[in-house]
Structures are given as structure tokens and as C-alpha cells.
């Protein structure tokens, strides 16, 4: 059943995870099938709103999602991102249409597609990423206050203006001159996709599978029909008169304007719509599929392949639209093919159901994008940036893209982000205060040589003799602010003063004029064994010394940690632990589990013991502390997997070995009995026993770790709550091995036909490993 290995250097995982099924033929599996039906009747009504709100033919939307999905969804580099006609784009194509006109505009959206490909080839992808969040949710907030407010014209009836400020200015006599058709057939709109995915039972669970965008249009569709309601329904002329693409024309300097700002929209819309999805299947429920993370560069040259055909059989730009992706991810697909097969559903729409898609009032579909511009400005994503305090840089490009344009607004908001860092970098706070005798100097913020002349002056107040704490709380000091510190260190401690540094880079105690050593200490192992930096002149007893240190981790953690995990350990104090896997290791205190695993609070549910033993039901003999916790962990904390960790030079083990079945007397070795079970499979099985994929176990102790590890597994599926979550599939049992020295975890390979224990590599990442804890 598994295997520890060590990482496959001659066929190492492709660069971000590329997928694995690129020579494989179009066999959408039912999952795909299933997806790809649900997105398609998302992405029909919306591509007809975004290409009614841009002023485009309403043709061009549907040529746009079949493009987007199968170009995009073939070539592009994240395989579950389904890429179509995007609101984040409406504004730009808009004013596009309304500077140079349609033909025009599909030869730019040909040139955007042209220069993704050339920023593809140059591999900046990730560069896209290094926008500050704050820039690209105000952008999206910006375009989609533009949106709403363009089509609440067309939901009263009207028709909108290109300006932002001209339809405001016009709305008043817009109210006054109301269509009651189109707000009938807009409310009802609105009404349906507000209420249907809050229908209450189990049948509005089941209800609910159908999109609400779907539901929405095609109640106010059908009821207008019904009632033979007189307003604009949708027109999708022939095929044959469909305008293609035409040669721009206009000033250079214009032109290379709007090709930037389409490139620029698509490229960060769509990139950093691919980390989304990377999260979303990170984090679905269940086996998880061998989806690479994105490949970003591929998933820019695939949009830019999308963008130049749209653009060239008449289509509105293609990125990646978070919709689709989301209900994408949430129906279950599991490659690319479902999005591939969306676009094929909509080709075939967009031939044979153009009478049925002609019954569609504008003014639903108005209602419809109105609802999707409303939605862009994120009350979750104000919250997150009034936390990191960026409000400014949100409220300045969102009111840049309102007032100025797109490209404008992300200009200045990249200003406004740059001037805010700048500011942040230069503020630093020093302050002096005295308590108990002892002169406390706190630094708070970058220490630059902009902040040298105030260092220096409230260092100064230390009084010669005096004991100095300087608390640093920094992630950074240049050459200047270093020297000054420790020239004033020196000079304090020379005139018989003591100090002590302390701070992120760990703590330096100087006693007397006694030049001290420098910590060597290193910024990522504040749990390190600190004692190289105490001088031993000053080193207290053993005793003393160990308490010295867990105060100092803990004044540590109070100082640099507990600010930055605070809102989190609120948020589980509120809700209470959700932990998705129980995590059943050895207490070996070289086995730190968040570390090895990149957990934080609230992750994993732990157990700890000596030898990382799981009793047999029955055998506990009065300890059932294992036993209860995995019956606690599986039927009131619901966890999905269960992993059992073993690691190398366990003591457990050793004592095993060395023993051999002469256990019991002391409650060590009563308890080490529940190893026996291991021992003896060890000493039956000589030719399956479990082993590292690519070398052998080192000695007999890594022999019998490895073989504990596969034994405590079969133990656990004795116990009742165990076998009967694996009888309903919803837990998965793991092994995993740790080397310490060679610092490489290694997992028991789930489909391998004997107990191999395989490497985890550094590309490995959630998704891509389906052993992976």
C-alpha cells in the first residue's frame, strides 16, 4: 500500500505542476461531462449580458466563450480555468467600441492576444502577481460600479451613455420616464438570482444545482412571453453577415494605449484568476485529482492564442472568468476537457438554438450584469484591505477607473501602492521607557539610516551603568542603522552598562566591558537551540538557563507572532477547531509537525506518544487515550484522513529491538507491547517488507520504523469508527516517514502494489500528490 522515496531527480514535476494529461486523447470523463453542462449554462446568459453591456454584437459574447473555452482551455496552463467574455473587460471594450468601433476593436484584441504571447515567451508571468492586491480588487470595483451603472439605463428602459458621469447626470430623467416592462422583466430578474440560491429543504438543495444566472433569464424570459410583453429582445443577425476583425486605424500612441490596457486587464484577470483555482482544488473536499498547480507562463501564452482567434472571427476579449472557473472546480471536473467541452456546448447554441436565445429580453440580460457589476465591488475584499491598511490605494484606483479609465486608474493606483510603501518603509517609531530600574528602548518598523538620528538620540537617554533592553520589531535594518547600534553597544557596555538585544534575529546578553559574542542564531530557527549565544562567562545553571529560554521563546512569540495570528486564533475561538486531518505521530522532539507539514492553527488534530503507536481494539489494557482521540477526531470533528508518521532514529523502536519481547515491568515498557505486533511482522515478512523508493533502509531501527508505520495503519482500520467512515469513503488512511537527518518526508504510495514509501519533492504542492497530507 505505500512508500517512502526520496524525489525523482532524472523526472522531476514539471515547472508549477504542468498537467499531466497533455498527450492524452478528448475522453472527458462523467465528472468533466457534468462540469462542463453546468458551466455552459452559466457562461450562455452572461456572455450575452457582457457583450450587450460593451455595445458589441451580442454574436460576439458567444464567439468569445467558445473561443475562451476550447483555445484557451486546451493551450492555457491552469486545466480547470474556463476563460470567456469577462465583466472585468466590459469597460475597456466598451470605450474601445465607442473610440475606434467594433472591426477596430477585434484588431486590437488580435494585438493584446499578439503581445501575451511575446510576455508568455519572456516567462514575466509571475510578475503579474507583484501588483498589489489592493490595485486589482479597486480595479474590479471600479469596472464594476461603471457596469452597474451603465445598465441600470437598460433595466429602466433606457439606453446608457459611454461616461460614467453622464449616466449619473442622466439618471434623474431616466427615473422620470420609467418603461414598466423592462423594470417588470428586470425586478423579476433580480428577484429569481437573489432567491434561488437561498431556497430552503431538500428540494431546494436540489434546485439549486441549476445556476441562479440561468433560472433568472429564463423565468423573465418565459414570463414575457407569457404575457406577451412588448420590449428589445436579443438579435443575432446571420452568420453569414457576422463582421470579422479590421485593421485599427487612428494615433499610434492611442492604439498602443488601448492594446496595453486590454493586455494589461486580460493578463492579471486571468493569472490571478489561475492561483484562485489553484486554491479551490487545494481545498475541495475528497480524493483529490492530479491537477498541477498552474503553469502560469503556459496559462498566458493560451489566453493570448484565445485572444488572436476571438479577435480574428469577431469576438469580445477572452481571460479567465472567475464564475466559470468556480462552478467549474465545485461540479467536480477533473481536467481540462470540461472546459474544452463547455465551448464545444456553446458552438453548439450559438447554430441551433438562435431561436430560442432570440426570446431573451435586454433588459434581463441588463439585470443580469448589473447584478455581476454589483458584485465586483467585494465587501470581503474592503474588509481585507481596510486590515492591511490599503484603503488608500483601493479608493484611489477605484475612483481612477471611474473617473479616468482603466489603464489610468491602475496607473494611479500603482502610484498611490508605491507611495504608501514608500512611506511605510521610512516611518519608524523609537520610543524610551523606564521600569524597575531597567531603560526599555522599543523600535518599531524598517530601521533605515532615515531613522539613525532619532535611534541614536533615544539611545543617548540610556544612562551610563544602566541595564538596556533595545526590543527590535523589524524585518529589516540596513548598514547604517546596524552600525549605530552597535557602536552605541560597544560604547554602553564599555562604560560598565549591560544590554540585551532582542528581536527577531534572536537575543545577544553582554555583561560588563566584555566584548560578547555575535548570535549566530539565524533568523528562521527562533526555536533553535539558543545557547551559542550566550557567553559562557554569564551562562546560568542548566536548570535556570531552560527556563531563561522557554521565557524568551514565549516573550518572543507575544512580541512577533501572536500580532500576526491573533485575528485568526479569534476567528477559531469563535467558531471552533474544523481540523480536516488527524495527524498521529511519534513525541519526538525533533518531529516538529507544523513545520514538516507547513500547517498552522486549526489544520491538524495531533496525537503524540512514544513510538507513534495506535493500540489494537481490545489490547488498550486501560489506556484508551489513542483510541478515544481517533474516535473523537473521526465522529465529532469529522476529519477526512488520517496519517500515522513515523521518523528515523526512533527511540521506540530501538528499545524494541534491543528488547524484543521481553517487555512490561515499567510503564515504558508496558506501553512499548503495542509494538510487539511490529516486531513480529518484521521477523515474518521478509520479502514484502516496506521500504524507500529509491534506496534501502539504512539499518534495522529504519527497518522497523518503516514497518511500524504500515502495521499501526492496519490497527487503525480495526477500530469501529475507522472501518466504518472507510466503508462510507469519507476518510483516508496515510503513512508517512520522516528522516530527519536528511531532513525529506517520504509518504506510502497508495497505489503501488507493495509497501514503498515515496519522496516528496519540493515541486509537490496541494493538488498534486494524492498521497499528500
Known amino acids: 500500500m505505500s512508500a517512502c522515496a526520496p524525489p525523482h531527480t532524472q523526472h522531476p514535476p514539471p515547472p508549477h505542476g504542468a498537467p499531466p494529461d497533455r498527450r492524452r486523447r478528448f475522453r472527458p470523463a462523467g465528472a468533466d461531462l457534468s462540469a462542463s453542462v453546468a458551466v455552459f449554462l452559466i457562461a450562455l446568459p452572461l456572455s450575452l449580458g457582457i457583450a450587450l453591456a460593451t455595445g458589441a454584437p451580442l454574436q460576439a459574447g458567444l464567439v468569445a466563450a467558445a473561443v475562451g473555452g476550447v483555445v484557451a482551455g486546451r493551450l492555457g496552463g491552469c486545466p480547470l480555468q474556463v476563460s470567456g467574455p469577462a465583466a472585468g473587460l466590459t469597460v475597456v471594450t466598451a470605450d474601445l467600441i465607442h473610440r475606434y468601433g467594433w472591426r477596430a476593436t477585434c484588431g486590437i484584441t488580435v494585438l493584446a492576444g499578439l503581445a501575451q504571447l511575446g510576455l508568455g515567451c519572456l516567462r514575466v508571468a509571475r510578475g503579474a502577481l507583484a501588483v498589489s492586491p489592493a490595485v486589482v480588487h479597486g480595479m474590479l470595483a471600479g469596472i464594476g460600479i461603471t457596469i452597474a451603472v451603465a445598465q441600470v439605463h437598460i433595466v429602466l428602459?433606457?439606453?446608457?451613455?459611454?461616461?460614467?458621469?453622464?449616466?449619473?447626470?442622466?439618471?434623474?430623467?431616466?427615473?422620470a420616464h420609467l418603461q414598466p416592462a423592462a423594470v417588470w422583466t428586470s425586478t423579476l430578474t433580480l428577484a429569481l438570482l437573489l432567491a434561488w440560491p437561498r431556497l430552503p429543504g431538500r428540494a431546494g438543495r436540489l434546485l439549486r444545482g441549476v445556476p441562479a444566472a440561468l433560472v433568472a433569464v429564463a423565468g423573465a424570459t418565459a414570463t414575457a412571453a407569457l404575457t406577451d410583453l412588448v420590449l428589445p429582445r436579443v438579435d443575432l443577425p446571420s452568420w453569414r453577415s457576422h463582421a470579422l476583425a479590421g485593421l485599427p486605424e487612428g494615433p499610434a500612441l492611442g492604439l498602443a494605449a488601448a492594446v496595453l490596457t486590454t493586455t494589461l486587464v486580460c493578463s492579471v484577470q486571468s493569472l490571478l484568476g489561475a492561483v484562485a483555482v489553484d486554491k479551490l482544488v487545494a481545498a475541495r473536499p475528497g480524493p483529490v485529482p492530479r491537477v498541477g498547480r498552474s503553469d502560469l507562463d503556459r496559462e498566458l501564452l493560451g489566453q493570448g492564442a484565445a485572444n488572436i482567434v476571438s479577435g480574428a472571427l469577431g469576438g469580445?476579449?477572452?481571460?479567465?472568468?472567475?464564475?466559470?472557473?468556480?462552478?467549474?472546480?465545485?461540479?467536480?471536473?477533473?481536467?481540462?476537457?470540461?472546459?474544452?467541452?463547455?465551448?464545444?456546448?456553446?458552438?453548439?447554441?450559438?447554430?441551433?438554438?438562435?431561436?430560442?436565445?432570440?426570446?431573451?429580453?435586454?433588459?434581463?440580460?441588463?439585470?443580469?450584469?448589473?447584478?455581476?457589476?454589483?458584485?465586483?465591488?467585494?465587501?470581503?475584499?474592503?474588509?481585507?484591505?481596510?486590515?492591511?491598511?490599503?484603503?488608500?490605494v483601493y479608493a484611489a484606483t477605484t475612483l481612477g477607473v471611474v473617473l479616468l479609465g482603466v489603464l489610468q486608474g491602475v496607473l494611479l493606483g500603482v502610484a498611490v501602492a508605491v507611495a504608501v510603501a514608500l512611506q511605510r518603509l521610512a516611518r519608524t517609531r523609537v520610543t524610551h521607557e523606564e521600569k524597575e530600574g531597567v531603560?526599555?528602548?522599543?523600535?518599531?518598523?524598517?530601521?533605515?539610516?532615515?531613522?539613525?538620528?532619532?535611534?541614536?538620540?533615544?539611545?543617548?537617554?540610556?544612562?551610563?551603568?544602566?541595564?538596556?533592553?533595545?526590543e527590535l520589531d523589524g524585518s529589516?535594518?540596513?548598514?547604517?542603522?546596524?552600525?549605530?547600534?552597535?557602536?552605541?553597544h560597544s560604547t554602553h557596555t564599555a562604560r560598565g552598562g549591560t544590554a540585551e538585544l532582542s528581536g527577531r534575529r534572536g537575543g545577544i546578553r553582554t555583561a560588563g566591558p566584555t566584548p560578547s559574542a555575535g548570535c549566530r542564531c539565524r533568523p528562521w530557527t527562533p526555536w533553535r537551540d539558543h545557547r551559542s549565544c550566550i557567553p559562557e562567562a554569564v551562562a546560568a545553571p542548566a536548570g535556570r538557563q531552560a527556563g531563561r529560554e522557554l521565557a524568551r521563546g514565549i516573550g518572543s512569540f507575544q512580541r512577533n507572532t501572536a500580532p500576526l495570528v491573533r485575528d485568526e486564533l479569534a476567528r477559531l475561538a469563535r467558531e471552533g477547531q474544523r481540523p480536516a486531518q488527524l495527524f498521529l505521530t511519534c513525541a519526538d522532539s525533533r518531529l516538529v509537525t507544523s513545520m514538516i507539514t507547513a500547517s498552522g492553527p486549526g489544520d491538524l488534530f495531533v496525537v503524540r506518544n512514544v513510538g507513534n503507536l495506535v493500540p489494537a481494539p481490545g489490547e488498550e489494557a486501560g489506556d484508551d487515550s489513542v483510541a478515544a482521540a481517533v474516535e473523537y477526531a473521526v465522529e465529532v470533528l469529522g476529519v477526512r484522513s488520517i496519517t500515522v508518521c513515523g521518523h528515523s532514529g526512533c527511540g521506540a523502536m530501538q528499545a524494541l529491538l534491543s528488547t524484543g519481547d521481553?517487555?512490561?515491568?515499567?510503564?515504558?515498557r508496558r506501553w512499548l507491547r503495542h509494538g510487539l505486533p511490529s516486531l513480529a511482522r518484521l521477523a515474518e515478512d521478509r520479502r514484502g517488507r516496506p521500504r524507500l523508493a529509491g534506496r534501502s533502509p539504512v539499518d534495522a531501527v529504519e527497518q522497523l520504523c518503516l514497518t511500524n508505520v504500515v502495521q499501526q495503519l492496519e490497527h487503525l482500520r480495526a477500530h469501529t469508527p475507522v472501518a466504518r467512515a472507510l466503508a462510507r469513503s469519507e476518510l483516508e488512511l496515510h503513512g508517512m516517514y520522516f528522516d530527519v537527518g536528511e531532513a525529506q518526508a517520504y509518504l506510502l504510495a497508495a497505489d503501488a502494489g507493495d509497501d514503498v514509501f515515496e519522496g516528496v519533492s519540493e515541486g509537490v504542492g496541494a493538488g498534486e500528490e494524492g498521497a499528500a497530507v
Not at 450 to 461: N, Y
Not at 476 to 488: G, I, T, V
Not at 662 to 668: D, K, N
Open 316 to 392: 469580445l476579449p477572452v481571460a479567465g472568468v472567475a464564475v466559470r472557473s468556480t462552478a467549474n472546480v465545485k461540479s467536480g471536473a477533473l481536467s481540462r476537457n470540461s472546459t474544452m467541452l463547455h465551448g464545444v456546448l456553446v458552438v453548439v447554441a450559438a447554430l441551433l438554438m438562435v431561436p430560442v436565445l432570440e426570446e431573451i429580453p435586454l433588459a434581463s440580460l441588463a439585470a443580469l450584469v448589473m447584478a455581476v457589476g454589483i458584485q465586483m465591488v467585494s465587501l470581503h475584499h474592503i474588509r481585507t484591505v481596510t486590515r492591511h491598511r490599503e484603503v488608500l
Open 662 to 668: 521481553a517487555v512490561g515491568g515499567t510503564p515504558l
Open 476 to 488: 529589516f535594518m540596513d548598514q547604517a542603522a546596524y552600525e549605530s547600534l552597535r557602536d552605541w
Open 439 to 470: 531603560h526599555h528602548v522599543r523600535i518599531r518598523g524598517q530601521l533605515t539610516f532615515l531613522a539613525v538620528p532619532r535611534l541614536s538620540q533615544t539611545l543617548h537617554l540610556v544612562p551610563q551603568g544602566a541595564h538596556a533592553v533595545v
Open 157 to 175: 428602459g433606457g439606453s446608457p451613455d459611454s461616461s460614467v458621469l453622464a449616466n449619473l447626470r442622466a439618471l434623474p430623467e431616466q427615473l
